[in-house]
């Protein structure tokens, strides 16, 4: 039997190892699994990021396109995002939300360079008989080695930042490109704050 691990998942069994239970389980997952606000805004967000570097030319790269791909985006999934979000007062909110995390987004020089790896990229590999998979936001090459990069959409942590999501990222970048790694961040986007972790 193949067991497949990823940082969400090993954080959840660290913390709860029958909430573990209950998410690897498809029945009950999708029996209570519920969308929310802030997740669905997580992804929304996420996704103009990919879009971004993907899709667009260096000189289509500013305020307006990002706003453009968010409101293409949320559109293209009207009534689910409708049902999510509720009421148009609240859609207002994200909408203003998102406003403030492109413009954070765009005073970073991380809006200046081209990644090395564009966002959401999915990686996969083997050990053992225990299957590693996950989606790092972004890779940038820097003079001695690659830099990782996840990008929250949430609250900043008052907490000491949990290196494990970002090491786990890191193993799998290595094993992929046989590069060391020379820097981990999370950028928060809410705060334009970028914070290393060791």
Not at 7 to 17: G, I
Not at 145 to 162: M, N, S, V
């Amino acid at each position: 039997m193949v067991f497949q691990l990823s940082p969400t998942t090993l954080k959840m069994y660290r913390s709860c190892p029958f909430r573990y239970k209950c998410y690897t389980d498809p029945q009950i997952k999708y029996a209570y699994k519920r969308e929310t606000p802030a997740l669905t805004q997580g992804q929304l967000i996420h996704g103009v990021l990919n879009s971004y570097f993907k899709e667009l030319p260096v000189e289509k790269r500013d305020f307006k396109s990002m706003k453009d791909l968010y409101r293409t985006k949320f559109l293209a999934n009207k009534e689910k995002h409708l049902r999510i979000f509720k009421n148009q007062q609240t859609v207002n909110n994200y909408v203003l939300q998102a406003q403030k995390q492109f413009n954070n987004f765009l005073k970073n020089d991380l809006s200046k360079t081209e990644p090395f790896e564009a966002t959401e990229k999915l990686f996969e590999c083997q050990l053992e008989d225990i299957k590693l998979a996950a989606k790092i936001d972004r890779i940038d090459q820097e003079k001695d080695g690659l830099h990782i990069i996840d990008y929250k959409t949430g609250k900043l942590r008052e907490e000491e930042p949990d290196s494990l999501q970002l090491n786990f990222y890191a193993y799998m970048a290595t094993a992929k490109y046989q590069k060391n790694i020379v820097k981990k961040s999370y950028f928060y986007l809410l705060y334009g704050k970028i914070i290393n972790v060791p």
